[in-house]
């Protein structure tokens, strides 16, 4: 980000001439110079839409202005058109569970990337349109109306045929703070793979070797979690049980 028009050009020439350098070009239809502030039109990236807002002020604190992000337009549509894939006539003699793990599995991989941001209503839209596709499915499958299908998905089922729940996982970004350990949630056993395994690492000739035949390194931990080995301890002499004499 710069703080003029004019800073902003010179760094896209500046840019532009290091691509060039090594053979490549900056897309033009991509590539654009916006204007950040309170209102603006804001830019799509990485299936983000980043755009600067304001914060009202609450219990007497001042207002922020802040760049917030939340799922793109793009996003949004490319979930709404799999979600529909996925729950097209085509497939109705399908079992609906078969129906609702896919669901599941693509969801959560779509939210496992967008969750961090201001991402909460967005995810509660995609949430609300599969339950409305599942209970559509419901009621095409059974040859019912509409509204026996919603009434399997919302009431009947007591957690609603499955389907996974994205609220509560949204992670708001904020500087200096590592959010790459936070993971989604596993539902019905998406998010966890291979879960209760011990991992597995190969050695340099090859040789296949997990957690329970790693070398254990005697030591012990200081408050940091570091391993440090033991200093050997020195032999006594007169001592019973050490290798000097009596």
């Known amino acids: ?21 090594l053979g490549l070009e900056p897309k033009a239809t991509k590539t654009r110079i916006v204007r950040l ?67 599941n599995r693509f969801l959560g991989g779509w939210a496992a990337h967008l969750r961090f ?21 419901i009621s095409k499958r ?9 009434w399997v998905v919302a009431y009947q ?16 970004p904020r500087n200096f703070r590592d959010s790459r350990g936070s993971r989604m949630p596993a539902v019905n056993g998406v998010g966890e793979p291979r879960a209760g395994e011990p991992h597995a690492r190969f050695r340099g000739g090859g040789d296949l070797e997990t957690e329970q035949t790693w070398p254990r390194t005697l030591g012990w931990r200081n408050r940091l979690g570091n391993r440090r080995p033991r200093r050997p301890q020195a032999l006594k002499p007169g001592v019973p049980g050490t290798a000097g004499p009596a």
């Not at 793109?72 to 894939?85: F, N, S, T, V």
């Not at 941001?117 to 499915?137: H, K, P, Q, V």
Request: overall charge positive; aromatic content about 8%; charged content about 30%.
């Open 1 to 21: 980000m710069c703080w003029s028009r004019s800073q902003a050009e010179a760094a896209l020439e500046r840019l532009t001439a290091l691509l060039a350098a």
């Open 37 to 103: 502030e309170a209102g603006g039109e804001g830019f799509d990236f990485l299936g983000f839409r980043h755009r600067m807002v304001r914060s009202p002020g609450l219990n007497g604190t001042k207002p922020v202005t802040f760049l917030a992000r939340w799922p793109a337009g793009k996003a949004m549509q490319h979930a709404r058109d799999r979600i529909r894939e996925l729950t097209r006539r085509s497939r109705l003699l399908l079992d609906p569970k078969q129906i609702v793990e896919d669901l």
């Open 117 to 137: 941001g201001n991402s909460a209503a967005r995810f509660e839209e995609i949430r609300s349109y599969s339950r409305i596709r599942m209970a559509l499915f």
């Open 142 to 150: 059974k040859r019912r109306s509409r509204e026996f299908g919603w």
């Open 157 to 172: 089922s007591p957690d609603q045929l499955g389907l996974i729940n994205l609220s509560g996982i949204v992670i708001d």
